[in-house]
């Protein structure tokens, strides 16, 4: 008989015992998880909650593993007790309590727990992106729109060719060999956006050459400065910029390489400020009945939230040696790259 199968109905009957603390039957449910027993982790989970209905801790991970195997309704509920027993203590709750109601069409109790979490922070990014959605599905574009407007905050930049190299196409042959060569290339990670190509690791694409990381960090800079200018001046006293450069600025940046049929799905950067890419490398569309193919698109939102009306989506053609900068809350995607040349990108944010 196969280990596991004596190893899942033991873990079982561990929890079910009901002698161990919280933390050891959240380490056996951990246990399941790695064993790819999604749905006797949810039973665990089941078992520890019947034994200790106010633990917050099992509450917690209870609704997200009913969110995760589709069950959203009762995620809902699960989030819902642990804010009820402590409504001021979890405050990034509401925005997963958000996601969940979302998932399972109830817009309106979404949208009232958008403004709960938005009470609570106003910079809330993840609470932000979902109140664009529940105001786009209870039919309130306008508003919808004025959370998520891409003409006034979505901007291409033209930066300056940094010092010590003869051009912009210069520097970026500099990067893209970089890229290639000295930076080690993750494949489809899973825990990020990107399939049908290859990210670097945060923190890491200029390990190798501290010096190109310092001049492409003032290279963003530099870039950022730019955007701030062209979008709306009273942009600093809208509620989801509060405290805006009240802290010296870091810059987070890695590199996406996208090969034919590659692109991101769509997601936004909820511990940022500004996001945006750095295009070193565009192909043609490479395909004539797509004339949006290899496009950047921001305002759509992800598709396990059954989005079932949003304003039209903003597509914007990258261009090489060009910044495209949004809000971090902004969802964002790519379509599907049509050449067989590789898209070749510097990503960054503007970390809060």
């Not at 019947?50 to 801790?57: A, L, N, V």
């Not at 399972?104 to 979404?110: R, S, T, V």
């Not at 870039?223 to 942009?235: N, V």
């Not at 006293?237 to 769509?266: C, H, M, T």
């Amino acid at each position: 008989m196969d280990s596991n199968a004596k190893e899942v109905p033991a873990l079982l009957e561990m929890i079910q015992a009901g002698t161990m603390t919280i933390e050891t039957g959240l380490e056996l449910v951990t246990r399941l998880q790695q064993l790819d027993k999604p749905q006797e982790a949810y039973t665990a989970l089941l078992l520890m909650v019947e034994k200790t209905p106010d633990s917050i801790p099992a509450l917690m991970h209870l609704a997200k593993q009913a969110y995760l195997l589709g069950k959203h309704e009762n995620s809902c509920e699960y989030y819902r007790r642990v804010i009820k027993l402590r409504p001021d203590k979890f405050p990034d709750i509401y925005p997963r309590l958000v996601r969940a109601l979302l998932s399972a069409g109830h817009h309106a109790d979404a949208l009232d727990y958008c403004e709960k979490a938005l009470t609570i922070n106003p910079t809330q990014r993840f609470a932000l992106a979902f109140k664009y959605i529940a105001l786009a599905n209870l039919g309130d574009m306008n508003n919808a729109q004025a959370i998520i407007n891409p003409e006034e905050y979505v901007k291409r930049v033209k930066p300056e060719c940094p010092p010590g190299f003869d051009s912009i196409a210069d520097f970026n042959a500099y990067l893209i060999n970089h890229i290639q060569h000295n930076t080690k290339l993750n494949r489809d990670p899973p825990q990020y956006s990107t399939h049908g190509g290859w990210q670097s690791e945060f923190r890491k694409l200029f390990e190798n050459n501290v010096a190109l990381g310092r001049t492409m960090l003032d290279f963003i800079g530099k870039a950022q400065d730019k955007y701030l200018r062209l979008i709306p001046a009273d942009y600093i006293r809208q509620s989801a910029w509060e405290g805006f450069g009240k802290k010296s600025r870091s810059i987070e940046v890695w590199a996406v390489v996208l090969e034919q049929q590659g692109a991101q799905d769509p997601h936004i950067h909820p511990s940022s400020w500004l996001s945006g890419a750095y295009y070193l490398e565009v192909p043609d569309t490479g395909d004539s009945s797509n004339p949006h193919a290899g496009k950047f698109v921001v305002g759509r939102g992800p598709d396990f939230l059954h989005t079932a009306a949003e304003p039209a989506p903003y597509k914007i053609r990258p261009e090489e040696g060009t910044f495209s900068i949004f809000p971090s809350y902004y969802w964002h995607s790519t379509i599907p790259v049509a050449s067989s040349t590789k898209r070749i990108c510097i990503a960054f944010d503007w970390l809060m």
